[in-house]
C-alpha cells in the first residue's frame, strides 16, 4: 500500500521548509532516500530503504542512507519504531496515530484510535523523565501469517500421504 501522492508531495514541502529553516542542505539522494520512505506505509527499515533508493541511485552507499535517515529523525521529519530483532524503522506520518505490527512478518501499519489517544501517562513514568510524546503498538499476528499457519497442516498432510492413481490393466 502506497502514501497518496499528494500526501507525499505535502511531506516533501515540509522537508524543505524544515531543512532550508534550519540550514541542511538537501542533496538528490536526501531527497530520495525522505521520499521513499514518505510514499511507503510500511515504515521501512534501513536496509528496505537503501535497496529501493539503490534501484534509482546506485552509488548511494548504505552509509549515506543511514546517516539521512538519523538527519531526518533529528529534524523532526521522521519517527522511529522498534526495535524488531535489531532493526530500527522509520515513520514519515507524523500524525497522531498507533501502530499494529505482526511479530511474524514484522508487518507494521498506522491506524487511528481516539481511545488511544485520550490515554494518561502513568505517573511512575515521570520518575523516568518527561513523555513528550505517546504511541500505543499492538503487536500480532497478521492475516496472512494467520492464514499460512492455518494451511500449513493440509499442504503437510497431502505431501505425506500423497494421491496415486492405478490403472487397469
Excluded at 506520518?93 to 488511544?116: I, K
Amino acid at each position: 500500500m502506497a502514501v497518496i501522492r499528494a500526501e507525499v508531495e505535502r511531506r516533501m514541502a515540509q522537508l524543505k521548509t524544515f531543512a532550508r529553516a534550519r540550514g541542511v542542505k538537501l542533496t538528490h539522494q536526501r531527497l530520495e532516500i525522505f521520499r521513499e520512505v514518505a510514499s511507503r506505509t510500511d515504515h521501512p527499515a534501513v536496509d528496505a530503504v537503501f535497496r529501493a533508493v539503490q534501484a534509482r541511485i546506485p552509488t548511494v552507499s548504505l552509509d549515506t542512507v543511514y546517516r539521512t535517515l538519523w538527519v531526518l529523525e533529528d529534524l523532526g521529519l521522521l519517527s522511529t519504531l522498534g526495535p524488531r530483532h535489531g532493526a530500527v524503522r522509520f515513520d514519515a506520518n507524523l500524525r497522531r496515530h498507533h501502530h499494529y505490527v505482526c511479530t511474524r512478518c514484522g508487518l507494521t501499519r498506522d491506524f487511528e484510535s481516539s481511545a488511544f489517544d485520550a490515554l494518561k501517562s502513568p505517573s511512575s513514568v515521570t520518575s523516568f523523565g518527561q513523555v513528550v510524546a505517546t504511541r500505543v503498538e499492538l503487536r500480532g499476528v497478521c492475516r496472512t501469517c494467520s492464514e499460512k499457519v492455518a494451511e500449513r497442516p493440509a499442504r503437510t498432510r497431502r505431501k505425506t500421504a500423497p494421491r496415486t492413481t492405478r490403472r487397469a490393466g
